[in-house]
């Protein structure tokens, strides 16, 4: 009998390996997310112990950011070409594994080093998981189940902000580290012996046994046999280039603009944001507690844009999500450029920026994993999100040159309003955006 795998997934109940398997994504986004983050709530005690300048500071935080710009281009090929599963697992034990030995570094140089090594697992992670979600959900759901992974970087940066601050406190910023690396190769040991490799790549790359016994675990035993014969309604093979050709380059292009706007807007608050309330004359409690919320806001917006995109459609959602960014990040510069910042005010503007910049980053996960087909998907995201990096990357740079300025606070937030005008515009490039679903 032929079987089509993608009209399985669509008829069938979400079952509980596919729950199951969104569990242990997610676990793998919040631990990324609490290990990537963490040099940013470190960074105002190595400021304080090392007497790091804001440049060299900016250095380490970009180093960590070029290295996910690489991995996630890495990640993409490492997942089309060698499984979802096998690539997800080698990049949480390689970022844990990597983690680790920042806590016996003793200067910026090795800081700077270990952070781009561990980086190349972080950017790596992304799509795979993506590809995993896309593949192994129906489209009804698909959305909802890649917003709830990404809710894993908002989540695992909270984690992050009130984990840190107490270790510091309690012991000192090394037990971050030890604590981040202890985390990334625990759940890479859970990953080998839970994780389901994608149907869709196994309908490519594996015998019609394997194929037969992971949808039997999936939708129940005896339904599928040996002797089937599995379909997939879209193209084997693919390489970096075929996301260039013609069929693809508009949707190519107009996604790394938006990812690198979205991202450079994203990591630039994430990363910087303890270091500029410290430099208000706030403590940091206050400086841990803005980063906390704005991570934790970043889930309101992470939870509201795929019901937005199943009523909406990708592009006037994610134009509405942008023009509440820009309006968001122009109130945090209004708050700061008050002589006495309102503490309460300044927390609320970053609530309102965080959960509208994590809107956007899952209405563009789930608008490329729905824009590529099968064959090139995994790769696509990759590209997407691994030339889209480099908006971190300058982030991290620029961030640091910026704010050495004079009313450096106000220009940097004043950049990051232009860098999300950059956004519309790669949103507007995109050719393949997800229509309504009407009900």
């Known amino acids: 009998m032929t079987i089509n795998i993608s009209d399985t997934i669509e008829s069938q109940p979400l079952g509980k390996r596919q729950k199951t398997l969104l569990l242990l994504v997610c676990l793998a986004v919040i631990v990324d997310g609490f290990d990537l983050q963490m040099i940013a709530f470190v960074g105002p005690k190595l400021i304080e112990e090392w007497g790091l300048s804001k440049a060299e ?80 959900f129906p489209s009804r759901l698909r959305g909802y189940g890649i917003s709830l992974m990404i809710l894993g ?81 879209e193209l084997p093979s693919s390489s970096w280039s075929d996301v ?47 980063a906390l919320f704005l991570n934790l806001s970043s889930i309101i917006g992470a939870l509201v844009v795929p019901y937005m995109l199943l009523n909406y459609g990708s592009k006037k959602t994610l134009m509405i999500v942008l023009v509440g960014a820009i309006l968001s990040v122009a109130a945090v510069t209004i708050t700061i450029i008050e002589p006495k910042v309102d ?53 991290g740079f620029g961030g640091a040159f910026i704010l050495s300025m004079d009313g450096g606070n106000t220009i940097f937030f004043g950049a990051i309003v232009a860098v999300l005008v950059t956004a519309i515009i790669g949103v507007m490039i995109i050719n393949r955006h997800t229509l309504p679903v009407k009900a």
Request: charged fraction near 10%.
């Open 57 to 136: 500071l900016g250095q380490a935080i970009s180093a960590g950011l070029i290295g996910m710009g690489v991995g996630a281009g890495i990640g993409g090929w490492m997942g089309d070409r060698f499984g979802r599963r096998l690539s997800t697992i080698f990049s949480v034990m390689f970022f844990g594994i990597t983690t680790l030995p920042i806590a016996f570094v003793t200067d910026v140089d090795q800081l700077i080093a270990l952070r781009f090594i561990s980086g190349l697992g972080f950017g790596a992670l992304f799509p795979n998981t993506t590809a995993l979600l896309a593949e192994w």
């Open 153 to 233: 970087v908002p989540l695992g940066g909270a984690l992050g902000a009130s984990v840190s601050s107490y270790l510091i406190a309690t012991y000192s910023w090394q037990a971050c580290f030890i604590a981040a690396g202890g985390l990334g190769i625990l759940l890479g040991l859970l990953l080998w012996v839970s994780l389901e490799e994608s149907p869709k790549y196994l309908a490519e790359h594996a015998s019609s046994e394997k194929l037969a016994q992971t949808l039997n675990k999936a939708f129940g035993r005896d339904k599928f046999s040996r002797d089937d014969t599995f379909v997939v309604d």
């Open 244 to 290: 260039f050709k013609k069929d693809h380059r508009r949707v190519t292009f107009g996604m790394v603009l938006a990812f690198f706007a979205n991202l450079l807007a994203y990591y630039g608050m994430a990363n910087w944001i303890p270091t500029i309330v410290s430099s208000l004359g706030f403590g940091i409690d206050i400086a841990t507690r803005s």
């Open 343 to 395: 503490t309460i005010l300044l927390i609320a503007a970053l609530s309102f920026t965080g959960m509208f910049c994590g809107g956007l980053q899952v209405g563009l996960y789930t608008l490329a994993s729905n824009a590529y087909p099968t064959n090139c998907r995994s790769t696509g995201i990759g590209v997407a999100a691994g030339v889209g990096r480099l908006g971190p990357i300058i982030s």
